[in-house]
C-alpha cells in the first residue's frame, strides 16, 4: 500500500512540474512569437500609412468603395427603413460587388513591393490584406447599421476567407495575431457616412521554425532540467526501494537468528541447570546424556557463526589447487549420504573421464554442500530425491544438481542468491539466508557461473558452469 502511495505522489508530482514547465515554456514561446521582428513590423506598418495618406486599403482603393457605396446608399436606406429582408439581401449584394472590384483592381502588390525595397526589407517577406467590416450610417439616432462582416454570407470560396475577413490580396496562407501588422477602421463621408475595417498581415516563412530555433537554448534547458529531476526522482526511488529490501531482509535475517540462536542457547541452559542437580550427578548415563547435547547444539551455534564469518573472510583465504572434479564431489556424496534417510536418496553420476580443474576443495565443498542442504531442507516431497551429474559442452563443464522439490516461484527466482534472504518465512524451516549468497561468492572467486531451472510443483535444477580455460582433461 505505501509503495502505491509513494509511487502515485512521486507521479502527480512530475505531472505537475512537466505542466508548469510547458506552460513556462509555452509562455516563453509566445512572447518571443508575438515580438518576433517587431522593429519590422513597426517600419512596415508606418511606411504603410505613409503609402496610402489620403486613401483606404490601397492607392485608388478608396475610389472604388466610395462609387460602389454612393451610388447604392439611397437604396440601402430605403430598404432599411421599409423590408429589411430586402436591405440584407441588397447589403450581401453591394458587399460582393465591392469585394471583387476591391481584389480585381488591387494594385498592393506594387505597395508592398515598394515599401520591401525602399527599406532594403527581406525580399522572402509575404503579405495578406483582408476586408473585415463595412458600417453604415443614415441617421445619428439609428446609429452604424453593419452590412457586412465575418458571419456575413457571402459567394466567396472558403479558400479566399479567413477569421479576419475576405482575402483582398496576398500570398500569405496563415494570418494570425502575431503576424498582423495593422488593424484599420477608417470613416468616409458621402451623403451618409460609412466606416470600414481591413488587416495587413505580414510574415516571413517558417516563421514558427524560426521563432522555434531561437527558442532552441530554453527548450534544451528544460529537457535537461526535466531529465536531471526524472533521474534523481528514479535514483531516489530505486535507493529508497534497496534501503526497503535490505530493511526487509535484515529483518528477516534477525529473525532467523533469533531462531536459530535462541535454540541451542536454551538447549545449553537448561541441559546445563540439569547438571547440577544432585541426582543426575549420580547417573552417569544421564550426564552422558545432557554433555552430548550440549556439544551438539554448540557445534550447530559454532557452525551458524562460522557460516557468517566465513561469507566475510572468504574472499582473503582461497587456496586453488588442481582437483579431480568426479572424486572431490563423489566424496562429499559419500558423507552426505550418512545424513539421509531412506527413502530419501541422493546420487552422483560420474564424468567419464578425469576432469582437472583448479578450485579451492574446502571452499567448493560448502558451496556444494550449501546446495545440497537447500535440495533437502525445503523439498516436501514424500521421497526426496537429489541428483548429480556432469555433462559437456563447448565452452567448459557444467556440474548439475537437480532435486525434485516444490520447485522456485519466478519473483525468488532473481533474489535466492541475495545475502539474507529466506524464500521460506516459516521459522520451522532453519537457515540464515547465507548459504545461497556464500554459493554465489564461491563461484565468483573461481570464476565460474551459475544457473537455475525450475519448475514449479516439479523441481529446481541448479547449473554451475566452469569454463574450458580452468579445465584439464586426462
Same mark, same amino acid.
Request: proline share 3%; glycine share 4%.
Given at each position: 500500500?505505501?509503495?502505491?502511495?509513494?509511487?502515485?505522489?512521486? /507521479?502527480?508530482?512530475?505531472?505537475?512540474?512537466?505542466? *508548469?514547465?510547458?506552460?513556462?515554456?509555452?509562455?516563453?514561446?509566445?512572447?518571443?512569437?508575438? $515580438?518576433?521582428?517587431?522593429? %519590422?513590423?513597426?517600419?512596415?506598418?508606418?511606411?504603410?500609412?505613409?503609402?496610402? #495618406? %489620403?486613401?483606404?486599403?490601397?492607392?485608388?482603393?478608396?475610389?472604388?468603395?466610395?462609387?460602389?457605396?454612393?451610388?447604392?446608399?439611397?437604396?440601402?436606406?430605403?430598404?432599411?427603413?421599409?423590408?429589411? !429582408?430586402?436591405?440584407?439581401?441588397?447589403?450581401?449584394?453591394?458587399?460582393?460587388?465591392?469585394?471583387?472590384?476591391?481584389?480585381? %483592381?488591387?494594385?498592393?502588390?506594387?505597395?508592398?513591393?515598394?515599401? *520591401?525595397?525602399?527599406?532594403? /526589407?527581406?525580399?522572402?517577406?509575404?503579405?495578406?490584406?483582408?476586408?473585415?467590416?463595412?458600417?453604415?450610417?443614415?441617421?445619428?439616432?439609428?446609429?452604424?447599421?453593419?452590412?457586412?462582416?465575418?458571419?456575413? #454570407?457571402?459567394?466567396?470560396?472558403?479558400?479566399q476567407k479567413t477569421p479576419f475577413g475576405i482575402i483582398i490580396d496576398g500570398t500569405l496562407? !496563415?494570418?494570425?495575431?502575431?503576424?498582423? =501588422?495593422?488593424?484599420?477602421?477608417?470613416?468616409?463621408?458621402?451623403?451618409?457616412?460609412?466606416?470600414?475595417?481591413?488587416?495587413?498581415?505580414?510574415?516571413?516563412?517558417?516563421?514558427?521554425?524560426?521563432?522555434?530555433?531561437?527558442?532552441?537554448?530554453?527548450?534544451?534547458?528544460?529537457?535537461?532540467?526535466?531529465?536531471?529531476?526524472?533521474?534523481?526522482?528514479?535514483?531516489?526511488?530505486?535507493?529508497?526501494?534497496?534501503?526497503?529490501?535490505?530493511?526487509?531482509?535484515?529483518?528477516?535475517?534477525?529473525?532467523?537468528?533469533?531462531?536459530?540462536?535462541?535454540?541451542?542457547?536454551? &538447549?545449553?541452559?537448561?541441559?546445563?541447570?540439569?547438571? !547440577?542437580?544432585?541426582?543426575?550427578?549420580?547417573?552417569?548415563?544421564?550426564?552422558?546424556?545432557?554433555?552430548?547435547?550440549?556439544?551438539?547444539?554448540?557445534?550447530?551455534?559454532?557452525? !551458524?557463526?562460522?557460516?557468517?564469518?566465513?561469507?566475510?573472510?572468504?574472499?582473503?583465504?582461497?587456496?586453488?589447487?588442481?582437483?579431480?572434479?568426479?572424486?572431490?564431489? /563423489? &566424496?562429499?556424496?559419500? $558423507?552426505?549420504?550418512?545424513?539421509?534417510?531412506?527413502?530419501?536418496?541422493?546420487?552422483?553420476? #560420474?564424468?567419464?573421464?578425469?576432469?582437472?580443474?583448479?578450485?579451492?576443495?574446502?571452499?567448493? &565443498?560448502?558451496?556444494?554442500?550449501?546446495?545440497? $542442504?537447500?535440495?533437502?531442507?525445503?523439498?516436501?516431497?514424500?521421497?526426496?530425491?537429489?541428483?548429480?551429474?556432469?555433462?559437456?559442452?563447448?565452452?567448459?563443464?557444467?556440474?548439475?544438481?537437480?532435486?525434485?522439490?516444490?520447485?522456485?516461484?519466478?519473483?525468488?527466482? %532473481?533474489? =535466492?542468491?541475495?545475502?539474507?534472504?529466506?524464500?521460506?518465512?516459516?521459522?520451522?524451516?532453519?537457515?540464515?539466508?547465507?548459504?545461497?549468497?556464500?554459493?554465489?561468492?564461491?563461484?565468483? +572467486?573461481?570464476?565460474?557461473?551459475?544457473? =537455475?531451472?525450475?519448475?514449479?510443483?516439479?523441481?529446481?535444477?541448479?547449473?554451475?558452469?566452469?569454463?574450458?580455460?580452468? +579445465?584439464?582433461?586426462?
Amino acid at each position: 500500500m505505501k509503495d502505491r502511495i509513494y509511487k502515485a505522489v512521486v /507521479l502527480v508530482s512530475f505531472l505537475i512540474l512537466l505542466l *508548469v514547465q510547458f506552460r513556462l515554456t509555452y509562455n516563453s514561446y509566445v512572447l518571443r512569437d508575438r $515580438d518576433y521582428s517587431l522593429k %519590422e513590423k513597426t517600419l512596415i506598418n508606418d511606411e504603410y500609412g505613409r503609402s496610402i #495618406p %489620403e486613401d483606404k486599403v490601397y492607392k485608388g482603393g478608396g475610389k472604388i468603395i466610395d462609387s460602389i457605396l454612393i451610388k447604392n446608399m439611397p437604396a440601402l436606406k430605403n430598404a432599411y427603413l421599409s423590408n429589411r !429582408h430586402e436591405f440584407i439581401k441588397l447589403s450581401q449584394s453591394v458587399s460582393n460587388s465591392l469585394l471583387k472590384k476591391l481584389q480585381k %483592381e488591387s494594385t498592393m502588390d506594387s505597395v508592398f513591393q515598394s515599401i *520591401v525595397k525602399r527599406n532594403g /526589407l527581406d525580399s522572402n517577406l509575404q503579405y495578406l490584406l483582408t476586408f473585415q467590416q463595412i458600417d453604415i450610417n443614415f441617421d445619428t439616432k439609428i446609429g452604424d447599421i453593419t452590412i457586412f462582416n465575418n458571419h456575413t #454570407p457571402t459567394g466567396f470560396k472558403a479558400d479566399q476567407k479567413t477569421p479576419f475577413g475576405i482575402i483582398i490580396d496576398g500570398t500569405l496562407t !496563415h494570418p494570425t495575431v502575431q503576424n498582423r =501588422i495593422t488593424n484599420l477602421s477608417v470613416s468616409g463621408n458621402l451623403v451618409y457616412n460609412y466606416r470600414i475595417t481591413f488587416n495587413l498581415f505580414v510574415d516571413q516563412p517558417g516563421r514558427t521554425l524560426k521563432v522555434a530555433y531561437q527558442m532552441l537554448p530554453t527548450f534544451l534547458l528544460v529537457a535537461l532540467c526535466i531529465l536531471i529531476i526524472v533521474g534523481i526522482n528514479y535514483y531516489t526511488y530505486i535507493s529508497w526501494m534497496r534501503q526497503k529490501k535490505e530493511t526487509d531482509i535484515k529483518s528477516d535475517f534477525l529473525n532467523s537468528i533469533k531462531h536459530e540462536f535462541n535454540t541451542p542457547i536454551t &538447549t545449553i541452559l537448561l541441559a546445563s541447570k540439569s547438571l !547440577h542437580e544432585n541426582e543426575v550427578l549420580s547417573d552417569r548415563n544421564r550426564v552422558n546424556t545432557l554433555v552430548n547435547i550440549v556439544e551438539r547444539q554448540a557445534r550447530r551455534l559454532h557452525s !551458524h557463526i562460522n557460516q557468517m564469518l566465513g561469507v566475510s573472510e572468504m574472499n582473503n583465504h582461497i587456496n586453488l589447487e588442481e582437483t579431480d572434479l568426479n572424486y572431490i564431489v /563423489l &566424496t562429499l556424496v559419500n $558423507d552426505y549420504k550418512i545424513k539421509i534417510q531412506a527413502p530419501d536418496r541422493l546420487t552422483f553420476d #560420474p564424468y567419464d573421464s578425469e576432469i582437472l580443474v583448479m578450485l579451492d576443495p574446502f571452499v567448493f &565443498t560448502t558451496m556444494l554442500q550449501n546446495i545440497i $542442504d537447500n535440495a533437502f531442507k525445503h523439498n516436501q516431497s514424500d521421497v526426496k530425491i537429489t541428483m548429480i551429474f556432469i555433462t559437456k559442452s563447448k565452452d567448459g563443464y557444467t556440474l548439475h544438481i537437480k532435486d525434485n522439490g516444490k520447485g522456485i516461484e519466478a519473483d525468488v527466482k %532473481e533474489k =535466492i542468491f541475495d545475502k539474507f534472504f529466506r524464500g521460506v518465512k516459516d521459522n520451522t524451516v532453519s537457515g540464515l539466508g547465507l548459504g545461497l549468497y556464500y554459493v554465489k561468492q564461491c563461484l565468483d +572467486i573461481h570464476g565460474w557461473k551459475i544457473s =537455475i531451472r525450475t519448475t514449479p510443483e516439479q523441481g529446481t535444477e541448479f547449473l554451475v558452469h566452469i569454463p574450458v580455460n580452468q +579445465i584439464n582433461i586426462n
